[in-house]
């Protein structure tokens, strides 16, 4: 058989490897404490969840999408203008099934094969993996600890800039966790400008912001809406990862063209999964809290843990996860540390590299176990060889 030259040869993301290495130990019968996907332990509200088991007892709701209902549109807007001060009308939005579906297809309407993306190193994998769909070059914009993981504008050459169709940029950011404040927004904005570059800004963890940071939309930005568009999901915010659930928001001549190319490959989101995503927005909002306390709780809690143990990690500002630099004794080697890690103390994370060359040397935990497991993998870890 003969395989595409461009992905029949792609490696499997990480991910796989690490979760065939971790069911290969709780074959053996140890216990695994598993940091590595971010995907929410928390249920969502009650009060959402009735609205899907409702949505689905009604079978018009097993029909084609299509397109976001008018009540869908409705909660977006009006969440936006509560919550970021940002005006949207209809034609600023588009739903995705998921924001790493959206940010796999958005470069397809928008740039032509051999174009250039800025894309920060690290990042999550799909900023990445979706131009490259597209036949996009890639251009990797670093992100530094000296610069608080930002990026640093004046350190894109001049031509590297001018040539250059769409960036793709993330606050509070996966994997670093940094979170971004206003005066890089309106720096943004004016570097796009000056380059005709379109600007694409995941949102994700915007509701994920601890110790008295605000969580910031980049459409709140005057100028924004002329140069790009931000995804915002509710997965994190509300617990709703598996029933892949984004949108797409922002200039209204990206979104037409999103939209249409999107019509070619799906038939919009299922309306029973709507109905729940109407009942998210617009219902209490308590969860926003909830959720932001408990992550908080986990992250000092591991933070606090480590550093007694001997392993010295930074605390960060937000999102789920947190960035550690591997212990010393590793060097820079954090896939050898991680699959250490596994072997030797039953605990899962990411190896930074996988996220880029610039995130060599660290490793990524999500906040998705409970302080009591949180505290079994600090004991497991000191108990192991791996930081003597």
């Known amino acids: ?227 790009g568009i931000e995804f915002n999901s509710l997965s994190k915010s509300y617990n709703l990862t598996g029933l892949r659930l984004s949108f797409a928001l922002g200039n209204a001549d990206i979104i037409k063209r999103f939209r249409a190319f999107r019509s070619q490959i799906d038939y919009g989101i299922c309306m029973g999964i709507q109905n729940a995503a109407v009942a998210a927005l617009n219902g209490p909002q308590d969860i926003l809290e909830r959720n932001r306390a408990e992550y908080k709780k986990r992250r000092d809690y591991l933070h606090d843990g480590l550093n007694r143990i001997g392993w010295k990690v930074p605390l960060g500002d937000a999102t789920m996860f947190t960035w550690y630099p591997i212990p010393e004794k590793y060097g820079t080697d954090d896939e050898e540390f991680t699959f250490d890690l596994l072997e030797k103390a039953g605990v899962v994370c990411v190896p930074g590299s996988s996220f880029g060359r610039h995130g060599r040397g660290y490793v990524r935990m999500a906040l998705v176990q409970p302080c009591e497991m949180l505290e079994k993998a600090i004991k497991s870890i000191d108990n192991s060889s791996i930081l003597k």
């Open 1 to 227: 058989m003969k395989f595409s030259d461009k992905f029949g040869r792609s490696e499997a993301n990480i991910l796989m490897d690490l979760d065939d290495a971790k069911n290969r130990l709780e074959k053996q019968g140890r216990e695994v404490i598993n940091l590595s996907i971010g995907t929410p332990d928390f249920p969502p509200d009650k009060f959402v969840m009735d609205k899907v088991s409702e949505g689905f007892l009604d079978p018009e709701n097993y029909k084609y999408g299509m397109t976001e209902s008018k009540e869908l549109a409705d909660a977006v807007i009006n969440w936006y203008k509560r919550r970021y001060g940002v005006e949207l009308a209809a034609e600023n939005i588009t739903a995705v099934n998921g924001s790493q579906e959206g940010i796999a297809h958005i470069a397809f309407p928008l740039i032509n094969a051999g174009d250039t993306v800025l894309v920060p190193d690290p990042c999550y994998q799909i900023f990445g993996f979706g131009p490259v769909l597209a036949d996009a070059k890639l251009e990797y914009m670093p992100l530094l600890k000296e610069n608080d993981y930002l990026i640093d504008f004046d350190a894109i050459p001049e031509e590297t800039a001018k040539r250059a169709k769409v960036m793709i940029v993330s606050y509070p950011n996966n994997p670093t966790t940094a979170q971004a404040p206003k005066e890089f927004y309106f720096r943004l904005v004016e570097f796009a400008k000056k380059y005709d570059i379109i600007v694409i800004h995941d949102n994700a963890y915007s509701e994920l912001i601890f110790d008295g940071g605000e969580g910031l939309s980049f459409l709140q930005i005057p100028g924004a809406m002329d140069v």
